[in-house]
């Protein structure tokens, strides 16, 4: 079962990025992970970015980077430049009902079940 991980950013954008892309390397990449992108309210191409690497990353050590509850934004940005492969299959609706595991936090800006700041 994939850890649910819920992002506590509202807004993914340049400004952001590079500390962003910092958290989810902080995530193991061996792990399968499904990121509930409920809260986020707005992405550019930089968000974009920073989560195909690390599906990249978590590919190449054999886990698994998925999202759920996707905004329209990034939803766009995700058909315009062919990031399918980040979309959760099947689409989960409720991303905390497609896991099992205990929840347990990860750095700084991605935390899990809850939204902060």
Do not use: K, Y
Request: aromatic share 2%; hydrophobic share 40%; net charge neutral.
């Amino acid at each position: 079962m994939p850890r649910c991980l819920s992002l506590a950013q509202s807004e993914i954008d340049v400004a952001n990025a590079a500390a962003f892309e910092r958290d989810l390397r902080g995530l193991d990449p061996s792990d399968d992970v499904l990121l509930d992108m409920s809260g986020v309210t707005f992405c550019d191409v930089s968000a974009l970015s920073a989560l195909e690497r690390a599906r990249r990353r978590h590919d190449r050590a054999g886990g698994s980077l998925h999202l759920a509850s996707v905004p329209e934004t990034l939803r766009l940005l995700l058909v315009l430049f062919d990031g399918s492969r980040l979309m959760a299959s099947p689409v989960v609706s409720d991303p905390r009902a497609a896991v099992s595991t205990p929840r347990r936090p990860v750095p700084n800006e991605v935390v899990e079940g809850r939204r902060t700041g």
